[in-house]
């Protein structure tokens, strides 16, 4: 009777209406005391099977392997607080109203810009690209995919319309020991999820900036990342390429530690995004 009437509605236009079925919910013998009232088997099934439903209807769906699992950092560090920098972030956003969005780990929140933080190692060269395009900042030291992917559920994208955003994620899942088929399938949840927040925005998907001693391996991921971009309506960049030499390895008079662009290495970067982004 319950389901005949929901497809009724359904039919009739209401919107915004769901039912939760005996079958997500998955009792089985072990999940009752008597047959009808959950144990704690049972209040389990439930609230696992209401936080599915509700995730899939407010776009936050996480999937099963790290990469795909929003969370925030729990980390402490003395270079910046996450929780902090995120309230800056959406204060930044009513403010500002970005136009353009630059999202990535410790090699984009150094760089310049908003939310200002002290460590600005690029400052010259985003005041230059950057700042006259209304550009907001959403790098976080330390981030992974899924870090990010608890921040675009969590405001950094919403109340706005950027009309270009730049992705640069995943070189601190390879310290985390993801495999390339992790980082390729987080970065397609995130990449869903921010289209869902701004799905008028065009997303350029940048290959993973090369590092001291993992240039090979992220050579062969970002090739990898370039054939995700197109089927997602992405556009593939890979400025990092501005920071090797000849023989495929780090120009390290471009670097601060073999990971982090110093100035003249984000000066690089800059000219080479700048070509992509309106102006």
């Given at each position: 009777?319950?389901a005949e009437?929901?497809?009724?509605m359904?039919?009739?236009?209401?919107?915004n209406?769901?039912?939760?079925?005996?079958?997500a919910i998955g009792f089985?013998?072990?999940?009752?005391v008597?047959?009808t009232?959950?144990n704690?088997?049972?209040m389990?099934k439930?609230a696992?099977?209401?936080e599915?439903?509700?995730?899939?209807?407010?776009?936050?769906?996480k999937?099963?392997?790290?990469?795909?699992?929003p969370v925030?950092?729990r980390?402490?560090y003395n270079?910046?607080d996450?929780?902090q920098?995120?309230?800056?972030?959406l204060?930044t956003?009513?403010e500002?109203?970005?136009?353009?969005?630059?999202?990535?780990?410790?090699i984009?929140h150094?760089?310049?810009?908003e939310?200002?933080?002290?460590i600005n190692?690029?400052?010259?060269?985003w005041?230059?690209?950057f700042?006259?395009l209304n550009?907001?900042?959403?790098?976080?030291?330390?981030?992974r995919?899924?870090?990010?992917?608890?921040?675009?559920?969590h405001?950094e994208?919403?109340?706005?319309?950027?009309k270009?955003?730049?992705l640069t994620?995943?070189?601190?899942?390879l310290s985390?020991?993801?495999s390339d088929?992790e980082i390729l399938?987080?970065l397609?949840?995130?990449?869903k999820?921010?289209k869902?927040r701004?799905?008028?925005?065009?997303i350029?998907?940048?290959g993973i900036y090369?590092?001291?001693?993992?240039?090979?391996?992220?050579e062969i991921?970002?090739?990898k990342?370039k054939q995700i971009?197109?089927?997602?309506?992405?556009v593939?960049?890979?400025?990092?390429?501005?920071?090797?030499?000849p023989d495929?390895k780090?120009d390290e008079?471009?670097?601060s530690?073999g990971l982090?662009?110093?100035?003249q290495?984000?000066?690089?970067?800059g000219?080479y995004?700048s070509?992509?982004l309106?102006?």
């Amino acid at each position: 009777m319950l389901a005949e009437t929901f497809d009724s509605m359904k039919m009739m236009g209401f919107r915004n209406i769901y039912l939760l079925t005996t079958e997500a919910i998955g009792f089985d013998i072990e999940s009752t005391v008597d047959g009808t009232h959950p144990n704690d088997i049972g209040m389990m099934k439930y609230a696992d099977a209401y936080e599915t439903i509700i995730r899939k209807i407010l776009n936050e769906e996480k999937g099963t392997i790290s990469t795909t699992i929003p969370v925030r950092q729990r980390r402490d560090y003395n270079t910046y607080d996450f929780m902090q920098r995120h309230e800056a972030v959406l204060q930044t956003i009513k403010e500002k109203q970005p136009t353009v969005v630059l999202i990535g780990n410790s090699i984009t929140h150094f760089w310049g810009g908003e939310p200002e933080e002290n460590i600005n190692k690029g400052a010259n060269s985003w005041k230059k690209y950057f700042e006259p395009l209304n550009t907001l900042n959403l790098g976080f030291g330390w981030d992974r995919i899924e870090n990010v992917l608890w921040r675009v559920y969590h405001g950094e994208l919403d109340g706005y319309n950027a009309k270009q955003i730049v992705l640069t994620i995943g070189t601190n899942n390879l310290s985390s020991g993801n495999s390339d088929e992790e980082i390729l399938t987080g970065l397609q949840y995130l990449i869903k999820a921010i289209k869902q927040r701004q799905p008028s925005a065009s997303i350029l998907l940048s290959g993973i900036y090369p590092r001291r001693n993992m240039e090979k391996r992220i050579e062969i991921l970002n090739k990898k990342i370039k054939q995700i971009a197109s089927p997602m309506k992405a556009v593939f960049v890979n400025p990092g390429m501005m920071l090797l030499k000849p023989d495929k390895k780090i120009d390290e008079k471009l670097f601060s530690d073999g990971l982090h662009p110093n100035e003249q290495g984000y000066e690089k970067l800059g000219l080479y995004l700048s070509k992509f982004l309106h102006q």
